[in-house]
């Protein structure tokens, strides 16, 4: 059985940070690339940063400079790293495992206080 689970969302003010976590099961994590996507109220959900199996990263042009995706295999975890947030940054944040399927964690909400 395949699950993502996220952590690390909450609420914070204004230029805050947060460190999201994503731990993977019943993959084979290294072989998987990773994604975070967001999706805020009345939005569609979008791209946030995705990272490759060999570690290439990709960012939202918006947010590149304020977020960081890293992954550590040995732990078959995946993070994402905000810092300066916005109050436009509030969303549930989605961690997303593709390979030749796709896999989605349940969320993990973002509030950031202006």
């Known amino acids: 059985q395949v699950q993502l689970v996220e952590s690390g969302g909450g609420l914070v003010q204004a230029g805050g940070s947060l460190r999201l976590s994503c731990a993977a099961s019943g993959i084979i994590f290294s072989n998987y690339a990773m994604a975070w996507y967001r999706q805020a109220p009345g939005k569609q959900r979008d791209l946030v940063a995705s990272?490759?199996?060999?570690?290439?990263?990709n960012y939202a042009d918006s947010l590149k400079g304020r977020f960081t995706i890293s992954r550590d295999n040995g732990k078959n975890m995946v993070y994402l790293q905000m810092n300066s947030l916005k109050p436009e940054d509030t969303a549930v944040y989605y961690c997303?495992?593709?390979?030749?399927?796709?896999?989605w964690g349940q969320g993990t909400q973002v509030t950031v206080s202006s």
């Open positions: 997303k495992a593709y390979f030749w399927r796709e896999y």
């Open positions: 990272i490759t199996v060999r570690g290439n990263t």
